[in-house]
């Protein structure tokens, strides 16, 4: 469904991203890891338009995204969560994704019944009516997900959900991830730097260096990958197995 051929981009002399081609279907979560550096961000910055492309396509279903603004492609469906939050801080849990539900009516979508059942399994419910400079941490970040949710997204990237959590709360979070997986179609892309958690929730996975994808495949492909152990994973890894 989204489809990227040859996508690269420049920030004057470095190239973060290098004629990177993939796939992402419907119903399927795929991760995206590499080192730090590696061009991850600026992937989902292509793809989200907050960035434009110096080479390459990228389509929705057969539609060329091209050229349109981040803005339009949020309509289209594309949503995505931020390394570094961004809620409105001084908006309630509830006002934060009323400003998603707006786009996705707006579009002529909605996904009310998803996020009314996405507040509870993520933990938020109590909290809908709390501004969101009093939410802790990892519920800031749950927040930023069930935002995204209300777009009723076709694909959904999650830039580092999973940071600075602890494990309980990772946890946590994989079995909502995995509950979303089953309420929904969209493809799922997500970015992470905890192994255990990426290999645990991901069907496929994509690894890039240097901007460029060295590896893509199913967790055991890509963690047997002679190319992403010497970049990446490190002999002894744990999670490599
Ligand atoms: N706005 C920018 N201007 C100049 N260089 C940039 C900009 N954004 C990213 N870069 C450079 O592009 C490269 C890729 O950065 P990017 O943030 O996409 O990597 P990443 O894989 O997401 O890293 P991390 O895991 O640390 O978040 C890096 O060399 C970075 O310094």
Known sequence: MLELKGLSKSFGGVQAVRDVSMRLAAGQVHGLIGPNGAGKSTLVNLISGLLSHSAGTLTLDGRSLDGMSAARRAECGIARTFQNLRVFPALTVEQNIDVARYT????????????AEAMVQFDLDSRRNSRADALAYG????????????????VLMLDEPAAGMNEQETQALGRALN?????????????????KFIMSLCERITVLNMGAVIAEGTPR???????VIDAYLGEGNDHAA
């Open 104 to 115: 996705a009516a707006r579009a002529g979508r909605g996904a009310d019944a998803l996020v």
């Open 139 to 154: 519920q800031l970040r749950r927040l930023e997900i069930v935002r995204a949710l209300a777009l009723a997204p076709r």
């Open 179 to 195: 509950w979303v997986r089953g309420q929904t179609d969209c493809a799922l892309l997500v970015i992470d730097h905890d192994l």
């Open 221 to 227: 492909e890509v963690s047997e990958n002679r190319q």
